[in-house]
């Protein structure tokens, strides 16, 4: 794909074949050439392709390949030119398996690689195995795997999160042990299997799913099978204050904090207490004593989005949300205690409340837990099998939308709204332990040290806002996947303490390196005013295994003086810094891109890695 430079770090890939737009991206020469080892560019052209969008599709300079849109990708759609909504473009991954997977057709097993759309898939139908047109057929690449074995013999391989079935419902493959019972089909007869071995398996290679209407599952070598965003506290305290007692703190915020994947809340929500968390957004928090009415006022949409609707969504959601509120969860996702390191812009730091050099701050990054996910999952299939009656024609399949203003995308809507109230809270919760941490670690009340909310910033969502574009003021709906608001001074919806300056725009950089405080600027109107969200991935997890010791990491990581906490080495090699973009050449890219401005560089002094 030949791109055209339009400025220092400004590139455009102009409008060929299906493209409605042309592609803009963000970019350094070194930031771009990682672009093009991934499909980032393609799926990006693809996105350009959808009814509706205006303008152009922006990628961000920590862009990297992702399901539909590429992470960093943002787009604005509008109604009244057929404008609509995608899962795709706020967030979602797709759970595979290899090409060698046998799956049953109705002329026989076969490859899944060499799967054809003439075959019918075998699927189970309460108790009976039916066969049926998949509505989807997906790939992408992956590194790693598991293989799991039944004590009949009967092997699979499939990514972590690919679902299997199991008395319980289905739960993700990584997450079965040796013993648990899955679903298996023996000459047409379903049987329960006890599993015999589970271990972690390489693939390297392209890995393979359906989408299967109704039921949701289909058999595979005879098995059946199937809102993020970020925070920032300031401190009254200085690193010097802070750091005889930095390993306690630590130790009181692992212990106060649930962290890792499928970890269950400190706290305990009824049906009724769960429909108003999701729809009351941070004035839940509030009114349980989990936040102050502050808070609620610095955080984007004042800590909750209008329209959300609780009987939109599914009740598996709603099993897998009850008991996840206010935990970290796993990934990338995590609480920093750091410091401020450098200011760049005094006048606007002390405006968000950092004052000085040597200053701690905590930040905290995670988003909807199992709650958002199995949402996303839900309106992906169910926009797929309405898109034909919607009259779509989808230019990848992995591009499920629903045109604005159907039924489809109101009920997307509903349930993304729950999402984004849950991840408020789930992050204002976790606020509560930090605070309490703090006071339990270096005495009084959490008061005493400060931890004012400095803003709370979405990276994963699609909703309206007012933007002008030719000239023309707009209400237009901006899909942001992977990317974060930044608003310039003067904007309505900013905090009346920062109107005057601008919104905090909060980057969180990998492990064992720095984040940053941007704040937004009128030139951010050319990307529907959003900037960077993070560093971006350069390496898949299981090549960051391979790579980096995470026992090695951790001593160098306290060597350096700072403490460390995680669930096991394993989640601190996947995160190893050197498995992301440098966060110092993103940030500079949209500050050279007049997108946002350098405010702070935050350094870390303590991790709670989940």
Known sequence: MELEKEGDVTWILPKTGLMRVPVRVFASDKLLAKMKLDRTLLQASNDAALPGIIDALNVMPDGHEGYGFPIGGVAAFDPEEGGVVSPGGVGYDINCLPGETKVLTDSGYKRIADYSTKDKLATKLGERVVFVEPLLFMQK??????RLKTESGRTVVATSEHPILTPAGMVGCGLLSEGALVRTLDNERLEWERVSDIRPESINDFVYDFTVAGTHNFFADGVNVSNCGVRLLATNKTVDELQPNIKELVDRLYANVPVGVGTKSKVRFNTMQLEELVTSGVDFAVSEGYATKRDKEYCEENGRIAGADYSKVSDKAKSRGAPQVGTLGSGNHFIEIQKVDKIYDVQTAKAFGLTQEGQVTVMIHSGSRGFGHQICDDSVRFMLTNAKRNGLELPDPELSAAPLGTIEADDYFCQMNCAVNYAFNNRQFMTHFVRQSFAEALGGDWEDHGLDLVYDVCHNIAKYEEHVVDGKSR??????????????????????????????VIVPGSMNTASYVLCGLPGASVSFGSSCHGAGRAMSRHA????????????????????????????????AGGAYKDVDEVVATVAKAGISKLVARLTPLGVIKG
């Open 141 to 146: 690449h992956a590194d790693a795997g598991i």
């Open 475 to 504: 209400n237009v709906c901006v899909h942001r996947k992977g990317a974060t608001r930044a608003f310039w001074a003067g904007r309505k919806e900013i905090p009346q303490a920062y109107r005057s300056i601008g919104q905090p």
């Open 544 to 575: 960051a295994l391979r790579e980096y010791d995470g026992v090695k990491l951790q001593k160098e990581m306290e060597d350096k003086g700072m403490a460390v906490r995680a669930p096991s080495p394993k989640s601190l090699a996947e995160e």
